[in-house]
């Protein structure tokens, strides 16, 4: 199989009641951490490149790992998605360079700047074989470039979603119902303690879901800052070395339910980087005198693995559907 678009996939995740998860790709690691749990669990899987990661591996680097993987796994359907394009130049460059799926992010611009560009880059995709995810609504965080201030955010309008779809032709609509990019989605104000004095964020804004499903019936929704950042990696940081109080993330049950309705896609990065990053101090902290980078990349990549295979099984629900 070559890589493919996320139409296919789409449909019969929202038939299907499952949602494709979507993770970043930065280095080899990654990728083959991903996409060995998706082979092994007979997944569908989105492998999607940020413009931080474009400026950290390259495109050609980036392209060649995936189609290796592509190579790796036959049996999977594997898409190459832009994660937050925000010029149509970098969508048009990555349409041009073997992606199979961009999103144009224009969320922050006017509702009809926001429209002018996204039927601007859908055009050219779809002149081109590829498909475009948009965004309404403003999700708070950090990811890579894109910084919104707490308080800035804004959750999506339900009444906009059906006139910005049918002015744009967008495939699939990115909505903001209370996920959070970064591994510190909500402050402690924010949220409420539970008895192990683990912060408990705000629950997601289902109302909002629902109102844009009924809009859009059988459209793609998709939910980015979806990492739920699991206490026991925090944990494994902090032990090591690390320095991550209060890191707290959208809890995996929430984002199970949403999997069941119209979202076909979930974007999870932060809960990849904090296994890598805690086995990694893990084992700096055991074996002081190894320097061989394949020794400490190796439980790297075994914990990408090990992530990857739990959002497919426990929060995705896509295990099997290849
Ligand atoms: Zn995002």
């Given at each position: 199989m070559?890589?493919?678009?996320?139409?296919?996939?789409?449909?019969?995740?929202?038939?299907?009641?499952?949602?494709?998860?979507?993770?970043?790709v930065?280095?080899?690691?990654?990728?083959?951490?991903i996409?060995?749990?998706?082979?092994?669990?007979?997944?569908?899987?989105?492998?999607?490149?940020?413009?931080?990661?474009?400026?950290y591996?390259?495109?050609?680097?980036?392209?060649?790992?995936?189609?290796?993987?592509?190579?790796?796994?036959?049996?999977?359907?594997?898409?190459?998605h832009?994660?937050?394009?925000?010029?149509?130049?970098?969508?048009?460059s990555?349409?041009?360079?073997?992606?199979?799926?961009?999103?144009?992010?224009a969320?922050?611009k006017s509702?009809?700047?926001n429209?002018?560009?996204?039927?601007?880059?859908?055009?050219?995709?779809?002149?081109?074989?590829?498909?475009?995810?948009?965004?309404l609504g403003?999700?708070?965080g950090?990811?890579?470039?894109?910084?919104?201030?707490?308080?800035k955010?804004?959750?999506?309008?339900?009444?906009?979603?059906?006139?910005?779809?049918?002015?744009?032709?967008?495939?699939?609509?990115?909505?903001?119902?209370?996920?959070?990019?970064?591994?510190?989605?909500?402050t402690?104000?924010?949220?409420?303690?539970?008895?192990?004095?683990?912060?408990?964020?705000?629950?997601?804004?289902?109302?909002?879901?629902?109102?844009c499903?009924?809009r859009?019936?059988?459209?793609?929704?998709?939910?980015?800052?979806?990492?739920?950042?699991?206490?026991?990696?925090?944990?494994m940081?902090?032990?090591?070395?690390?320095n991550?109080?209060?890191?707290?993330?959208?809890?995996?049950?929430?984002?199970?339910?949403?999997?069941?309705l119209?979202?076909?896609?979930?974007?999870i990065?932060?809960?990849?980087?904090?296994?890598?990053?805690?086995n990694?101090?893990?084992?700096?902290?055991?074996?002081?005198d190894h320097?061989?980078?394949?020794q400490?990349?190796?439980?790297?990549?075994?914990?990408?693995?090990?992530?990857?295979?739990?959002?497919?099984?426990?929060?995705?629900?896509?295990?099997?559907?290849?």
């Amino acid at each position: 199989m070559s890589l493919v678009t996320t139409t296919e996939m789409f449909k019969k995740a929202y038939d299907g009641g499952y949602a494709v998860g979507a993770f970043n790709v930065n280095n080899m690691e990654i990728v083959q951490g991903i996409t060995e749990a998706a082979g092994e669990l007979k997944s569908p899987v989105i492998l999607q490149v940020s413009k931080g990661a474009r400026a950290y591996a390259n495109h050609t680097y980036l392209v060649k790992l995936v189609e290796a993987a592509v190579i790796e796994n036959p049996e999977i359907p594997i898409a190459l998605h832009l994660d937050h394009g925000d010029t149509f130049e970098l969508c048009k460059s990555c349409i041009d360079g073997g992606f199979t799926s961009v999103m144009i992010d224009a969320s922050s611009k006017s509702f009809e700047d926001n429209i002018a560009l996204t039927k601007q880059v859908v055009e050219y995709a779809h002149d081109h074989g590829v498909v475009v995810e948009a965004e309404l609504g403003t999700l708070a965080g950090i990811e890579d470039e894109v910084v919104v201030e707490s308080g800035k955010e804004a959750y999506t309008r339900p009444e906009e979603v059906e006139e910005f779809v049918s002015r744009t032709g967008c495939d699939s609509l990115a909505i903001a119902i209370g996920t959070s990019h970064g591994a510190y989605k909500f402050t402690a104000a924010q949220c409420t303690r539970n008895e192990e004095g683990i912060l408990v964020p705000p629950p997601l804004r289902f109302d909002v879901l629902e109102e844009c499903i009924k809009r859009l019936p059988g459209f793609p929704i998709v939910l980015h800052g979806s990492s739920s950042v699991p206490q026991e990696f925090v944990k494994m940081v902090n032990e090591y070395g690390g320095n991550m109080p209060d890191a707290v993330g959208i809890p995996e049950e929430q984002l199970r339910k949403a999997a069941t309705l119209a979202v076909c896609k979930i974007n999870i990065d932060s809960d990849i980087r904090l296994a890598m990053t805690g086995n990694i101090r893990k084992y700096f902290a055991e074996h002081p005198d190894h320097f061989d980078p394949r020794q400490y990349l190796k439980p790297a990549r075994q914990a990408v693995k090990d992530m990857v295979a739990h959002k497919i099984k426990y929060v995705l629900g896509s295990d099997g559907k290849a």
